[in-house]
């Protein structure tokens, strides 16, 4: 796999994907959609102003990947803590995840949402499943890199990358390791990511 994303005139940014890029990102953007999920909903009604005062959970998800991709605000520093201190750590990320998590959750979801109807509306290219160019507004790959950044925080838990390892050492897995289509999807996003942070950078 390879591409990378290009700055455009109007400070967006365009890369071309041939059919099998298109797939595997949109697999993988729909996988990280169904990670996050849609989130707690208010009972009764639906009313848009209950979503909005509605309390979030106030606990660290069970999934790691979820974990990572909602950690607690206030993480204890290096240094120890004693008993009262952390139960006031505890409770400080508890109280900040209750009002923060729900929306947080929703605007992770419309970023991967919006790679997918963005691939799904993709022109191929002349030839039959010819490589077709995408071309993305400045909010857009905005919108595009928070989804990457997503991408490759779940991958590299899955994959069990600290953020002290750059994960370099996966490259030297056989290719009859299970984890290595898994390790490939990791650095190519990671390229993705790189070159569209480029793009949005003023020169």
Do not use: C
Not at 99 to 111: S, V
Not at 132 to 140: G, K, T
């Amino acid at each position: 796999m390879s591409g990378h994303f290009e700055p455009l005139p109007d400070g967006g940014a365009a890369i071309t994907l041939d059919e099998v890029e298109i797939s595997i990102l949109r697999s993988l953007a729909m996988q990280l959609a169904e990670l996050i999920g849609p989130g707690d909903q208010p009972a009764g009604g639906g009313d848009p102003l209950d979503a909005l005062f509605a309390d979030g959970p106030s606990k660290p998800p069970a999934d790691p990947a979820l974990a990572r991709l909602f950690p607690d605000a206030y993480s204890p520093p290096d240094q120890e803590l004693g008993p009262r201190e952390e139960k006031a750590a505890r409770e400080a990320s508890a109280e900040f995840r209750r009002f923060t998590e729900n929306d947080l959750r929703a605007r992770k979801r419309e970023d991967v949402l919006t790679v997918v109807r963005d691939l799904d509306a993709l022109t191929p290219g002349p030839s039959a499943g010819g490589p077709a160019v995408l071309e993305l507004a400045p909010d857009r790959s905005r919108q595009w890199l928070g989804a990457l950044n997503d991408l490759r925080l779940a991958i590299g838990t899955r994959l069990e990358v600290s953020d002290e390892d750059d994960g370099g050492e996966l490259l030297r897995l056989p290719d009859s390791d299970p984890r290595k289509p898994m390790v490939m999807a990791y650095f190519w996003l990671g390229g993705l990511q790189e070159t569209l942070v480029e793009t949005l950078m003023p020169e």
